[in-house]
């Protein structure tokens, strides 16, 4: 009986870290809390809920999961292009398109479904948007940043000894999304960090993440 008590310590030690979630910061203290609670300059000015500002339990968008923001006109960006490219962006989709539904400036960070006018914040800009000379305003123009909802194919990294396939990662942290495309999320996790230093980073270097999909 002993053993088996120090057997089933031993594997509750080991899965610790991914319980917790092997060290990924909570949104609870990242500029993603928008509610009145959050730790950033642009925050609800008494909304109290978390989760609001995206998702809703009931009534949803069919958009994204459970998704309650109200979405970008995907028809106005210009994307990521180089003659070197052998495939091209689409305008944005999945889950690159929700994401811009705040960080493109045109729509207000507060507008959500089910809530007339939308949730009041402050720190935005007049309508609402997040001000033009802050970073997380990527703005429509996407030529500069790595391509998003681009379709990464099997045969595309045969083509280029520059890339790997599969593009995706043991610990399902980085990769294309269910259809194939490169997203915001191959990157980024909208829920925390796993870098110290990097926003919303699914690894804690740089590197780590660009190795999944490039070789050098």
Not at 60 to 84: C, D, I, M, Q
Not at 87 to 115: F, M, R, W, Y
Request: charged letters at 20%; one cysteine or more; aromatic letters at 6%.
């Amino acid at each position: 009986m002993k053993h088996r008590l120090v057997f089933f310590l031993l594997v509750l030690m080991a899965c610790l870290p991914f319980l917790m979630g092997a060290g990924k910061s909570s949104i609870v203290n990242s500029p993603h809390n928008l509610s009145v609670s959050g730790m950033g300059e642009i925050k609800s000015l008494k909304e109290t809920r978390i989760c609001i500002f995206c998702h809703s339990s009931h009534n949803a968008s069919t958009e994204g999961p459970l998704w309650n923001h109200v979405t970008t006109n995907p028809g106005k960006f210009k994307a990521y292009e180089r003659s070197t490219m052998k495939g091209l962006p689409e305008q944005p989709n999945g889950a690159t398109k929700l994401c811009l539904s705040c960080h493109d400036g045109t729509v207000a960070v507060g507008a959500v479904h089910g809530i007339p006018g939308g949730i009041r914040m402050q720190g935005v800009g007049a309508d609402g948007t997040i001000p033009p000379d802050r970073r997380s305003n990527r703005g429509t123009d996407l030529s500069g940043t790595h391509p998003v909802s681009i379709k990464f194919k099997q045969e595309l990294a045969l083509q280029k000894s520059s890339l790997r396939w599969p593009p995706s990662d043991p610990q399902n942290e980085v990769g294309v999304d269910a259809d194939g495309f490169v997203q915001c999320t191959s990157c980024h996790d909208a829920h925390g960090s796993r870098s110290k230093t990097l926003p919303f980073w699914n690894k804690e270097t740089f590197g780590q993440v660009c190795q999944v999909c490039h070789a050098y």
